[in-house]
DNA sequence: GTTATCATGTAACAGGTTACATGATTTT
DNA sequence: AAAATCATGTAACCTGTTACATGATAAC
């Protein structure tokens, strides 16, 4: 139940057709909510026949032509009764953690370098996240909606960092009891 | 990909019929691979007749009676393959950061209260977690099966301390900025 | 005019959720 | 014998992914 959610916010944000919603899921929003163009496209699809958004009249719609949509009333109060319901956090559900519960079992060869190159991967976004808070969230501009957009970047730098924690305690231990400590050099 | 595997971990820790194997994801494995009991059976069958499993013989099969599985030889091979297999990490994927998002556009009444109780939730769920870790990885302990098996509690055990670490000061904010201070007492 | 790219879609499928159905076993 | 619960399963639906199709516009 989240997607259409995440559409209708992006579209209070800015009005957008489906392709430049597409584009920004691959930045801001989908680093919290993913999607793709074709989920984008249904999901519009829905949400225009139920009364929530509308595409503007601007241009005669026909395949291949740009089609940009706003938000009605009705989307507002739909997303505005959402925010306010409780939702429990979800269980966790990820796969490094359950591959490494199989290694336990059936053993791990290239685990090792699995680790690091993931290790790699999160200092990058890290690196992504913390250019993208110097750039939007200077010291001193702080209005409740950029205190709340700002609490949820850092959440993304808090999780990387949790990943990078973890991943390199991980290969500490790892070169510690696995592979004998060996001076590096010839 | 990862529910069938996750099952084959399991069975290859101990052969276990559908509904043993429900209440052991309700618990360790369920941990960072959460599913249904729907769900399982579904993929028992899939694993029974791709060859990865098999009934062990000693009841006759019929509905309501209890089935149990074990691994055979092409399922611990399958296994092993994915173990070995590269995956990148997910992107994010999060209800309340993505709530959060909202709220800056159509407002938050009530948003403090539901960070305090997935605040309180967090807690709960580490000091399981870190029950489970005094019960079964108590110092000394250090064959390679426990140390990965440690690795992935210490993963859930630091994802909870990251949950807690920024809801704690995403509050701290919230009440710094948004009601006035106020000392507590009459 | 051909090629690239912008833009919107369709179709088929896989994975996950919710609701319901039903047989077997144990407890009272 | 009735009720509880153990145990396996079906069906419908929703969400997400992958592959493909096609029209409009801009660049060369």
């Known amino acids: 139940m989240s997607l259409p959610h995440a559409i209708l916010t992006a579209l209070l944000e800015k009005p957008s057709s489906g392709l430049e919603l597409t584009r920004r899921f691959d930045r801001s929003i989908g680093?919290?909510?993913?999607?793709?163009?074709?989920?984008?496209?249904?999901?519009?699809?829905?949400?225009?026949?139920?009364?929530?958004?509308?595409?503007?009249?601007?241009?005669?719609?026909?395949?291949?032509?740009?089609?940009?949509?706003?938000?009605?009333?009705?989307?507002?109060?739909?997303?505005?009764?959402?925010?306010?319901?409780?939702?429990?956090?979800?269980?966790?559900?990820?796969?490094?953690?359950?591959?490494?519960?199989?290694?336990?079992?059936?053993?791990?060869?290239?685990?090792?370098?699995?680790?690091?190159?993931?290790?790699?991967?999160?200092?990058k976004q890290l690196a992504e996240y913390l250019a993208i808070e110097r750039r939007d969230?200077?010291?001193?501009?702080?209005?409740?909606?950029d205190r709340l957009r700002h609490l949820v970047l850092r959440g993304g730098i808090d999780l990387e960092n949790f990943w990078i924690g973890w991943l390199t305690r991980a290969l500490a231990q790892d070169s510690g009891q696995v592979t004998p400590a060996r001076p590096s050099g010839p």
Chains 1, 2 share one sequence.
Do not use: C, N
């Not at 009364?51 to 009705?74: F, H, M, N």
């Not at 409780?86 to 053993?107: C, H, S």
């Not at 969230?137 to 909606?145: A, I, M, N, V, Y």
């Open 31 to 123: 680093y919290f909510w993913s999607s793709t163009h074709q989920q984008i496209y249904r999901e519009l699809g829905k949400l225009e026949e139920a009364g929530q958004i509308r595409a503007l009249p601007s241009t005669q719609p026909a395949r291949g032509r740009k089609k940009e949509y706003e938000v009605l009333p009705a989307g507002r109060e739909a997303l505005a009764a959402w925010v306010a319901l409780p939702e429990d956090p979800k269980q966790i559900r990820d796969p490094l953690l359950l591959r490494m519960r199989a290694a336990a079992v059936v053993g791990a060869p290239g685990l090792t370098a699995e680790l690091r190159r993931h290790l790699v991967l999160h200092e």
């Open 137 to 145: 969230f200077p010291p001193g501009r702080d209005s409740e909606e």
